[in-house]
């Protein structure tokens, strides 16, 4: 379910191309305005001569360049391992809000993220400091609205990309702050494509493609569908692919582009992926999210990532034996952490899969 703001008031700003094909910047419209304590805009701005089709018109101009750069998408993972990866290898970014700090990042950090410390950044909106002890540089206050909306998911998602791409890594993978991560599998699974190559690997959680509208001008509408990886299952692209990405993600533009088809973070990966790069999703059955029935996840040392929660007041969750009961371990992560990593200081011994 997405929430989406009316606008209050029209506010513009000055959009500089990230092309060098671009000639020059634009204005366009901006989804909201800031307003400060005497409810007018926090900042004077001056406001567009031209309408917003100039932005739309930049827009259409970014989308015909994409032809350019674009390579066949890939239809699946070829059969063996094409290079070898390390947990140096990866940008993990953690996607959570100040509220959900103690009840669920702690069980992450206690569980998956302690084992991937140096992989590991945390994305959040707010400053905490007992997690800055934790976390030092890698807890990340994005300074975004701590909304659960369309401009706030949006703001996180343009710092993880920004960021990823000045880590230099090789793989980009987002998860979110109810998901557990099996670092082990999921660098099996990513060792079968070159991160050179163009990578969109996650799973939908629609039946068909979304459908979303272009805004070509003042009337001017076009619909486009595409797939997306639901960002809570998590999902990963590979450096190759998030380079190509950047005329529509990078230094914020990826607010712009999430404003253009008015739809959430992982909606916009999608969108920039599938419909302007020409890019397929590859879908993967070993990540998981709370959308699905759990308790029929089997193999479970095998999955990607699981999630946790509550459906018509049941506990949806993984089934598995372990050394915890559901009322000590009600999301199961510990006992599926204890599992996969029986050397765990308060993991009760032996425990193995």
Request: aromatic share 10%; hydrophobic share 35%; proline share 6%.
């Amino acid at each position: 379910m997405w929430m989406f703001i009316q606008r209050p008031r029209r506010l513009f700003f000055w959009l500089t191309p990230p092309t060098p094909s671009a000639q020059t910047g634009y204005w366009f419209e901006a989804p909201s305005c800031p307003l400060g304590d005497s409810g007018d805009p926090a900042e004077p701005l001056v406001a567009a001569a031209t309408s917003g089709n100039v932005y739309s018109a930049y827009f259409r101009k970014l989308t015909r360049e994409r032809r350019a750069i674009s390579d066949p998408p890939r239809k699946s993972a070829p059969l063996g391992p094409v290079e070898h990866l390390s947990p140096a290898d990866l940008f993990i970014a953690v996607k959570t809000t100040g509220r959900y700090h103690r009840q669920r990042l702690q069980l992450l950090l206690d569980t998956w993220i302690s084992r991937n410390m140096q992989q590991t950044f945390v994305f959040t909106d707010g400053e905490d400091e007992e997690l800055r002890k934790r976390m030092g540089a890698h807890m990340i206050n994005t300074n975004c609205s701590a909304a659960h909306n369309r401009q706030a998911l949006s703001c996180k998602m343009a710092l993880e990309y920004d960021t990823f791409i000045n880590s230099g890594k090789k793989w980009f993978c987002h998860v979110d702050d109810d998901n557990y991560l099996n670092v082990g599998s999921l660098l099996k699974l990513l060792s079968q494509y070159s991160h050179t190559q163009d990578v969109y690997i996650g799973r939908p959680s629609l039946e068909r493609p979304i459908e979303a509208t272009e805004r070509l001008g003042t009337t001017e509408m076009k619909q486009v569908s595409f797939w997306f990886a639901t960002g809570g299952a998590g999902f990963c692209l590979s450096h190759g692919l998030a380079l190509k990405m950047k005329p529509w993600a990078s230094d914020g533009t990826f607010m712009a582009t999430a404003e253009h088809i008015r739809l959430p973070d992982d909606c916009t990966v999608g969108y920039i992926v599938e419909a302007l790069l020409g890019v397929s999703l590859i879908r993967s059955a070993l990540f998981h999210s709370h959308l699905e029935n759990l308790g029929l996840v089997s193999d479970i040392h095998n999955q990607v990532t699981l999630s946790y929660g509550t459906v018509e007041n049941s506990r949806n969750t993984v089934s598995l034996k372990g050394p915890f009961s559901k009322n000590e371990d009600p999301t199961r992560f510990r006992s599926v952490h204890c599992l996969l990593y029986p050397d765990t200081a308060w993991c009760p011994r032996p425990w193995r899969l």
